[in-house]
Nanobody, 123 residues
Framework: QVQLVESGGGLVQTGGSLRLSCAAS????????FGWFRQAPGKERTFVAG????????YYADSVKGRFTISRDNAKNTMYLQMISLKPEDTAVYYC????????????????WGQGTQVTVSS
């Protein structure tokens, strides 16, 4: 079992920044990939960014490349999503996710989810 707890969401104006955190606990993480998904009202949950816990390789959705940065702190068992130049279309509930093996862009292949944190970008 892997437990994930997000924090750091909030309300920000267009062009602003936020940093989301995801604290992980449970079994060892070296064989897992972690990531962030988001879900806007009435829409499907979609991939935002992913990172391999071992090695730190990353992958981003095209919509956030150059604006979002995913990272992890092994000592703290915590993953981060630094978001800059935020846009109203970034408004969504952001979910921390963990999947065994490689980074997955499919929500159906995620093994563990956090509870979600709301990000709202005002225009």
């Amino acid at each position: 079992q892997v437990q994930l707890v997000e924090s750091g969401g909030g309300l920000v104006q267009t062009g602003g920044s936020l940093r989301l955190s995801c604290a992980a606990s449970g079994r060892t993480f070296s064989s897992y990939a972690f990531g962030w998904f988001r879900q806007a009202p009435g829409k499907e949950r979609t991939f935002v960014a992913g990172i391999k816990w071992s090695g730190g390789s990353t992958y981003y959705a095209d919509s956030v490349k150059g604006r979002f940065t995913i990272s992890r702190d092994n000592a703290k068992n915590t993953m981060y999503l630094q978001m800059i130049s935020l846009k109203p279309e970034d408004t969504a509930v952001y979910y921390c996710a963990a999947a065994g093996g490689s980074i997955t862009t499919s929500a159906t292949l995620v093994d563990y989810w956090g509870q979600g944190t709301q990000v709202t970008v005002s225009s």
